[in-house]
């Protein structure tokens, strides 16, 4: 269990993955992105809107369920992209760096980006945009909905 959380929602998403997008737009042209699913395709989908780029490849790989970290399985290779070169792989973050080194491994030569990084992972990702602390779980909005809370006087009161 993560000793703190980090919630990001659509609004701060689409404005921090628009932020990647003006990085990457100076590396490139790109002859295509290819999303690791499924974190990866929201922002992959964004930032293809942005450097204008229609040629989208996906490569599966499931490390996690919900905070429990497995084995990594690759449930669909990124075929189109050969050894990567001259492509983009995106993701929605890096964390222990296990799915960012597999799809290394796979895509040798493409150019890794995430939105957000922790420091065990940052060494395997080329270009990312905000760092959390390792021990923060990001929470994404396609994993959250808003909720009632009680006012602090209240919550305080029941210590
Ligand atoms: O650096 P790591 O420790 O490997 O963690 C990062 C990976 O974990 C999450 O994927 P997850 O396995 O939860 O699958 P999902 O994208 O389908 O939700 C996230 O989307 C990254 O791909
Ligand atoms: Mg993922």
Do not use: N
């Not at 590396?27 to 964004?46: C, F, H, Q, S």
């Not at 995106?90 to 995430?114: C, E, N, W």
């Not at 945009?129 to 929470?139: A, F, G, M, N, P």
């Amino acid at each position: 269990m993560a000793s703190r959380y980090y919630t990001v929602s659509w609004d701060q998403l689409h404005r921090d993955s628009k932020a990647l997008a003006w990085r990457l737009v100076e590396r490139g042209p790109w002859k295509g992105i290819v999303a690791i699913t499924r974190g990866g395709l929201i922002p992959a989908a964004i930032i293809a809107r942005e450097l204008d780029c229609r040629l989208i490849e996906s490569v599966s790989i499931i490390t996690y369920d919900e905070e429990k970290k497995g084995e990594p399985v690759v449930a669909k290779p990124p075929i189109a992209a050969g050894d990567g070169d001259g492509w983009l792989v995106l993701d929605d973050l890096v964390d222990t760096g296990t799915t960012a080194k597999v799809v290394r491994g796979m895509l040798p030569k493409a150019h890794f980006a995430t939105v957000y990084a922790k420091p065990a992972g940052k060494p395997l990702v080329d270009t990312f945009v905000t760092e959390v602390s390792q021990d923060t779980w990001i929470l994404f909005p396609w994993d959250t909905e808003p909720q009632f809370v009680a006012p602090i006087a209240r919550s305080a009161a029941a210590k």
